[in-house]
């Protein structure tokens, strides 16, 4: 079983970037896609990006539109996410989880969640 924990969040000015990390303990990290979300307050959990078990293939939300990449390091079980270009919107608790489904944007399809990372963006 894998279990996540999310790092790298705080507080960032729009233009600014932050990396955000997500540590797996757990042999089997390398075997599994894994994925971020974000939850603003008041709104539902939304899907950021997804990357397969081997980094290979990459997913992102529309939204990303060039400012998120997503990758991983199977050796440090950790799979990264680096934010450029921060924007207030982008104000949220950003999760990461193991997908155990096809549907790498659906939050439903994912398990074993991180507690969470907070990233608050200012103008």
């Known amino acids: 079983q894998v279990q996540l924990v999310e790092a790298g969040g705080g507080s960032g000015q729009s233009g600014g970037s932050l990396r955000l990390s997500c540590v797996a303990s757990?042999?089997?990290?390398?075997?599994?896609?894994i994925g971020w979300f974000r939850q603003a307050p008041g709104k539902e959990r939304e899907f950021v990006a997804a990357i397969s078990s081997s980094g290979d293939s990459r997913y992102y939300a529309d939204f990303v539109k060039g400012r998120f990449t997503i990758s991983r390091d199977n050796a440090k079980k950790t799979v990264y996410l680096q934010i450029h270009s921060l924007k207030p919107e982008d104000t949220a608790v950003y999760y990461c989880?193991?997908?155990?489904?096809?549907?790498?944007?659906?939050?439903?399809?994912?398990?074993?969640w991180g507690q969470g990372t907070q990233v608050t963006v200012s103008s």
């Open positions: 989880a193991v997908a155990d489904g096809p549907d790498y944007r659906a939050p439903g399809h994912f398990g074993s």
């Open positions: 757990g042999r089997t990290f390398s075997l599994y896609a």
